[in-house]
């Protein structure tokens, strides 16, 4: 008998987010309207995806300034590396020893720039 292939799901299951926020949480966390903050969504600005029949956003990705800063070039370079908004979520979720938890935790500090690179390199 031949070894199994290794596959994508031997991976470590990624986290999850520490918390999910509606559009309505959204809006409101951000002091916009709810059509800017969809507005955002379709733009690539923000990702939602849906969790018990809502649309809704991990809640670390709007904590602060700085992730919504860098999310939508971290969006936009691993939609082009063909990842649809599950994968995102997934990827920005997995767990990484060399950053302080995930991509997703690594957004809102130092190492912001580092995820870019990370996410980019999946491009190719």
């Keep these: 008998m031949s070894e199994p292939i ?65 999310l939508p070039g971290i969006l936009t370079l691993l939609r082009d590396a063909g990842y649809d908004d599950e994968e995102i979520v997934g990827w920005l979720y997995q767990p990484d020893e060399t950053l302080p938890g995930t991509p997703a935790v690594a957004l809102g500090g130092d190492r912001a720039r580092e995820v870019k690179r990370r996410a980019q390199a999946l491009g190719f």
């Design 6 to 70: 290794s596959t994508a799901t031997d991976r470590p299951a990624a986290a999850a987010p520490e918390g999910w926020l509606t559009l309505p949480d959204v809006a409101e966390l951000l002091d916009l309207p709810i059509t800017r903050v969809h507005r955002m969504i379709r733009e690539g600005q923000m990702i939602a995806v849906p969790r018990d029949g809502v649309r809704r956003v991990p809640a670390e990705l709007v904590a602060n300034r700085t992730v919504l800063k860098h």
